[in-house]
């Protein structure tokens, strides 16, 4: 067990619909990462926070938003759902910016239909 | 932009035999990572290396860096049915952490 807490663990929704994804980072840990990992695209970096706020940003589409809350945890916020958006999304924690290694939550399987 | 590649993408060996895993990435870097994923599970972190000419061990797993080639590779000594899993390794750019393909290990009897 990482530590780090992703709710739900699989989701099933339809085209145009909008979910959100939840993360609870490590306890201490101020930043987190989101990962998308799918079957053609591999693990691609979608969005980092540090202490509330964003610090870098990956292949993140404009339909998808995040954000970090005062208490550290984060959420992942997909819209226009299309059934490419298919995947398993991870969220990770780390101390501080990649000082050290990031430890992963178990994921969430997204399936659009 | 950071690219990470590795190779091979698929590994099938038989027990016992020795591998190794290549990890090239493309812009200077100051730290690799090599991560596990069994199917459908999450990420384990199994070594994270600093500096050039880091060799880190565990178990039946080994990693080195070199830091002035920009490889990275992950050696496999007398594999196991418990090492069947999907290797990554990861390298940081300034705030973010890329990852490479991926390698498919499965080891048969």
């Known amino acids: 067990d990482s530590g780090v807490t992703q709710t739900p663990k699989h989701l099933i929704t339809a085209t145009g619909q909008r979910v959100t994804l939840r993360c609870s980072p490590r306890?201490?840990?101020?930043?987190v990462y989101w990962y998308q990992q799918s079957l053609d695209q591999g693990l691609q970096f979608l969005i980092q926070?540090?202490?509330?706020?964003?610090?870098a940003k990956g292949n993140i589409l404009e339909r998808f938003s995040a954000q970090q809350f005062p208490d550290l945890h984060s959420e992942l916020n997909l819209s226009s759902l299309e059934l490419g958006d298919s995947a398993l999304y991870f969220c990770?924690?780390?101390?501080?910016?990649?000082?050290?290694?990031?430890?992963f939550g178990e994921g969430s399987r997204l399936t659009v239909l | 932009e950071l690219k990470v590649e590795q190779n091979p993408l698929f590994l099938s060996m038989q027990e016992g035999k020795n591998y190794t895993i290549y990890c090239n990435y493309s812009?200077?870097?100051?730290?690799l990572y090599w991560y596990r994923q069994d199917p459908g599970k999450s990420l384990e972190s199994l070594f994270v290396?600093?500096?050039?000419?880091a060799v880190k061990q565990e178990g039946r797993l080994m990693a080195s860096l070199d830091t002035k080639a920009r490889l990275s590779t992950l050696h496999i000594t007398a594999a196991v049915h418990d090492l069947s899993a999907t290797y990554f390794c990861a390298v940081t750019n300034t705030d973010k952490l890329i990852f490479g393909t991926g390698t498919r290990l499965q080891v048969f009897p």
């Open positions: 812009t200077t870097s100051d730290r």
């Open positions: 306890s201490g840990d101020l930043s």
């Open positions: 990770a924690s780390s101390v501080r910016t990649y000082t050290g290694e990031l430890f």
């Open positions: 926070y540090y202490n509330g706020e964003e610090r």
């Open positions: 290396l600093l500096s050039n000419g």
